[in-house]
């Protein structure tokens, strides 16, 4: 069984940093695309960066310059840095990844995998 185990959340001042982490365990085939998303209070869920398996990146309007998606593809893990945090940027964010499984016959199962989701405060 395929998880994502997002940490990293915390409570920080306005302009401070915070850096996410979101790992996947369980029985790997391959991994495409991860994504952060974020869902604040009475907001959807939204888009916040994305990273294909190459490495490329894009990223909401509300965060390009401030925030950096990054992977590390041997450890099937992805973080967010996350700079000049604003209050605007308190949400619950959650890990989504793209998952080829490997099943108990061995057979190969696609997924959409979501995190639990970790809480994220900016306030003074």
């Known amino acids: 069984q395929v998880q994502l185990v997002e940490s990293g959340g915390g409570l920080v001042l306005p302009g401070g940093s915070l850096r996410l982490s979101c790992a996947a365990s369980g029985r790997i085939a391959r991994i495409d695309d991860m994504a952060w998303y974020r869902q604040g209070p009475r907001m959807e869920r939204e888009l916040v960066a994305t990273i294909s398996s190459a490495g490329n990146s894009k990223y909401a309007d509300s965060v390009k310059g401030r925030f950096t998606i990054s992977r590390d593809n041997a450890k099937n893990t992805i973080y967010l840095q996350m700079s000049n945090l604003k209050p605007d940027d308190t949400a619950v964010y959650y890990c989504?990844?793209?998952?080829?499984?490997?099943?108990?016959?061995?057979?190969?199962?696609?997924?959409?995998?979501w995190g639990q989701g970790t809480q994220v405060a900016v306030s003074s």
């Open positions: 989504h990844a793209s998952v080829l499984a490997i099943g108990a016959s061995s057979e190969y199962i696609a997924s959409n995998m």
